[in-house]
């Protein structure tokens, strides 16, 4: 909506509502914490991630460098564009570019040969993924979606899935991650199907996983059968990722309980985990 709002305001006045917001920002966030001292704000938890994850910030920047040099940007203003001129009542939702860009600089650093992602809407994680494996000229990347259409009813879906669905949808005529260029679809799978369904069947097709992220139902009993899933799949040293962490216990109780080598946010609601030290 705020993304809206700029967009149709005049480009000379974009930089000063840009400002204006970015102060506002800081000034709600620093108050915030003021009243919640306990809490680490999200740059803490972000440089902590890169502290932990990458050889060095310059490391990590270079990657994020590479990402936004890239074309991930554009492509997804071009999609954001082409989803407010087909219409329909749905959001578009997805993965932000800095989440996005820290994907992109974990998939770059470790060079996963297979990755499974379950929830891809219009694909927006999907895309970043496949732009680092495009990038490392090797891997696969497996995706799960049972897809919402934004002419369906929301009650309906929600009804099919559950409750706290946020309501993220695809254009009705389009299929999930129809936001990826032809060109990087060689190294996708996509299964269409709840993950409660297809990713016991998929992971017992593929070899050990390194990377697994979770981005469909944020239900407490399918985040927790995903998680599990996927780690008793994990290849040594390998990752599990899942956003909306905030959204109940699951992650919490599953990382206290199996106790990965590293774990830890790239923001508030990004988690990750390791399961041990790889060579690299
Ligand atoms: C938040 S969106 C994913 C956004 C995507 N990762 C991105 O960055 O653009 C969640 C997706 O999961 C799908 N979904 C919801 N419940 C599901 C389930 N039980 N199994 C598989 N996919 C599901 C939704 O239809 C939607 O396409």
Partial sequence: MLQQIYDALPTILQPVAKHTYQSAWTVYESAYYTVYPGKQRPAALHSSFVDSCFDSTNEYQSYRD???NGPAKEYLEE???EYDRLGGDGQFGGTDLDTGAALYALVRKYQPETIVETGVCNG????FLLLALHENQTGQLYSIDYPFYADESLAEFKSETFDGYGGAAIPSDRDPGWIIPDDLRTRWTLRLG???EELPRLLDELPPVEFFIHDSEHSAPCMMMEFELAWTHLAEGGWILS???DWNDAW????QV?????VGQIEPSMGYLRTSLKQH
């Fill in 194 to 196: 709840k993950a409660q």
């Fill in 66 to 68: 590479e990402f936004f």
């Fill in 124 to 127: 927006c994680s999907t895309l």
């Fill in 252 to 255: 919490r109780i599953f990382t």
């Fill in 79 to 81: 999609a954001r564009r």
């Fill in 258 to 262: 199996r106790e990965p080598h590293q």
């Fill in 243 to 245: 956003d909306d962490i």
